[in-house]
């Protein structure tokens, strides 16, 4: 069992900047962030694989940087630009095989961190 842990979520205004943070108990080949905002679905924002190829959703490329340090079993989320439509529980997710944030394969989950954007 992989246990996640995310860390960094906050209040900020329009345009302002945050940095989310995860630690795994176990490193796996793919690391991702997803986001569930107020009354919508689950969904994916990026992800990273063992050796540093990330992808992204449309709506925060150019806005969001993935990253991950191996070891230290920690994958970042740093977050720029944000608007009120970033506001949402951010998860951090890992998995073992296919690397992508619409269609990878995450079978662990931490618990969330909340970020919150006011305009």
């Known amino acids: 069992q992989v246990q996640l842990m995310e860390s960094g979520g906050g209040s900020v205004q329009l345009g302002g900047s945050l940095r989310l943070s995860c630690v795994a108990s176990i490193d796996m080949f793919c690391m991702g962030w997803f986001r569930q905002a107020p009354g919508k679905g689950r969904e994916g924002v990026a992800s990273?694989?063992?050796?540093?190829?990330?992808q992204y959703i449309d709506s925060v490329e150019g806005r969001f940087i993935i990253s991950r340090d191996v070891d230290s079993k920690t994958v970042y989320l740093e977050m720029n630009s944000l608007n009120p439509e970033d506001t949402a529980i951010y998860y951090c997710?890992?998995?073992?095989?296919?690397?992508?944030?619409?269609?990878?394969?995450?079978?662990?989950w931490g618990e969330g961190t909340q970020v919150t954007v006011s305009s």
């Open positions: 990273i694989n063992y050796g540093g190829s990330a």
């Open positions: 997710a890992a998995g073992p095989g296919n690397c992508h944030p619409l269609n990878g394969e995450f079978y662990f």
